[in-house]
């Protein structure tokens, strides 16, 4: 078993989710006028949703997380607010994944307070059921067991904190090569990608001073 229960979703998948759902939306007999994507993570949904539902109305609401003033929590809140009218419109929030739901529940609050539609449902990939706060409308799948979804737009940057923690909780290691650490991901993570994103990964983690290089090695920076 991997430390970190992570699944690589292929563009496949999303393709035949964003169907899936499309599909429960249209037996339902309900229809959006207006979609609205959660960014970043609702981004790619709602733009084939909007495509298979023939929506052509689609904005976005920024919901993030930062470090509460107690700097142990994480709180979230909206980043820039949705300036919009949807009096006399139904609307549809569409995210990839309800895990906690703070960013739906944070997201339907923004919206009907601001914005007014005359109705709001939600939509998700995925509905991670044991977690989450809030039970989208429709999703694609159920997740009953904590899994990291590993989606098409997040690829990097997740190779990115992967390669961070690895380097982070094998402190005994203090020098690395490129091959060593993209070694160590079936244990901790149970996939392997492409090396183009492990050579991504590695200069992006130099370039931030995360590391230093050495010939080959990359040493991490004692902070
Ligand atoms: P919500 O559950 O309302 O989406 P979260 O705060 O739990 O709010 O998650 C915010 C975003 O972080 C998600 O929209 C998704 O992009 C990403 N995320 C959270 N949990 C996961 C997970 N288990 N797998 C992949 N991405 C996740």
Redesign the pocket.
């Given at each position: 078993m991997p430390k970190v229960n992570t699944k690589k979703v292929s563009w496949e998948e999303v393709e035949s989710w964003s169907r899936i759902v499309s599909d429960k939306i249209l037996e339902s007999g309900w229809r959006p006028d207006v979609i609205i994507a959660?960014s970043?993570?609702?981004y790619v949904p709602a733009r084939l949703i909007c495509d298979r539902l023939v929506v052509g109305e689609l904005v976005s609401l920024q919901?993030s997380?930062w470090p509460s003033a107690a700097q142990i929590a994480k709180e979230?809140g909206v980043k820039y607010p949705l300036e919009c009218d949807l009096n006399h419109k139904r609307a549809l929030i569409v995210?990839?994944?309800?895990?906690?739901?703070?960013?739906?529940?944070i997201a339907k609050d923004h919206i009907w307070t601001k914005c007014k539609p005359d109705e709001l449902r939600v939509a998700?990939l995925?509905w991670?059921s044991t977690s989450?706060k809030?039970k989208p409308d429709y999703y694609a799948e159920e997740v009953k067991e904590?899994?990291?979804?590993?989606?098409p737009w997040?690829r990097l940057e997740d190779i990115i904190g992967f390669f961070k923690r690895i380097v982070s909780e094998e402190k005994e290691n203090e020098s690395w090569d490129l091959e060593t650490l993209a070694g160590r991901f079936p244990e901790w993570f149970g996939v392997t990608f492409d090396r183009w994103y492990y050579e991504r990964a590695l200069s992006y983690l130099v370039s931030t001073g995360f590391f230093v290089k050495e010939g080959d090695m990359y040493r991490r920076v004692s902070k």
């Open positions: 959660i970043r993570g609702g919901v997380h979230a995210d990839d994944i309800a895990d906690t739901g703070e960013s739906i529940i998700t995925q991670i989450s809030i904590w899994v990291w979804y590993q989606y997040t």
